[in-house]
């Protein structure tokens, strides 16, 4: 199997920028999942800074469109280089249709205080946790890519109620190490809320994805052999839509990055 690494890996190109290759194996019933597209835009925003020492710290990514199997052409435009921070946007397009636009701060380290609240969450460990796999039933293909591991929560499509917290141990495909795109790309692996309320089959592409991550990158001491534990939670869904809010720790209860999406709650056609 190929490595998160070589299945986010761009090339430059004289046209357009930066080219990548949209991995068959992270499709859903749809689409690819959001959070591999955006750790597409990652690596090329990374990849045209090229200064290791200013790490991702914010990006939001809005998809406007569902890529076709194929290359993805990604336009990267650094819009200010500040003393600490630069800002820069990413452009990705697919036979001249526009499918999707991100936003990102870059920055070197600053002092300043520290703290993390909440305490990270109690799960059953990742070895006596079942794991996720695409052969079962409403689930997508790239879970056979990912591996998830669900520690906590009602199942999907079971119509749970009240106040609801998954949990679950993730990891993508190494070797490599945990660095922002292996994080933007996990803030959204997670089955979301939304499929555990529900009674009847659905998809629940992203609109748009905001990931927040700290710390040193790549995440020293931790690689893709470790999973990382993912809590997701949702405040609000009405009319379609629904916001989703996801905290990535490591097995020791370090925060590594907060996120939160708007997806869409589509019923699957029988």
Known sequence: MPSFAEDTAVTRSHDWGWTAAIGERWY???????????????RALEAEIDQPE??????????TASPERGALEIRVVIERV???????????????????????????????????EPAPPEARAAEDSMRITGDLPGVP???????????????MFSGAEGEI????????????LVDAAVLVCLADAMPPVALVRAT???????????????????????????????????????????????????????????????????????
């Not at 959070?35 to 835009?41: I, K, P, Q, R, S």
């Not at 293909?141 to 199942?155: H, V």
């Open 165 to 176: 917290e998954l949990l679950g141990w993730l990891r993508a495909p190494g070797p490599g």
């Open 200 to 270: 009847e089959p659905m998809v629940s592409p992203t609109i748009d994805l905001g990931v927040h991550l700290f710390g040193p990158l790549p995440v020293p001491d931790v690689d893709l052999d470790q999973h990382l534990l993912a809590r997701y939670r949702s405040l609000r869904g009405e009319g379609g839509l629904w916001t989703g809010d996801c905290e990535l720790w490591t097995r020791d209860g370090v925060l590594l990055a907060q996120a939160r999406q708007l997806a869409l709650a589509i019923p699957l056609e029988k």
């Open 82 to 116: 500040g003393r600490s921070m630069t800002t820069a946007t990413a452009r990705a397009e697919q036979n001249g249709k526009l499918i999707a636009l991100a936003i990102s701060e870059s920055s070197v380290p600053r002092p300043g205080v520290g703290w993390t």
């Open 28 to 42: 859903g019933p749809r689409a690819p999942l959001g959070g591999y597209v955006a750790a597409l835009l990652v």
């Open 141 to 155: 293909a790239f879970m056979e890519t990912l591996d998830l591991r669900w520690a906590k929560g009602p199942r």
């Open 54 to 63: 200013r790490a991702l710290r914010s990006v939001n990514v809005h998809f």
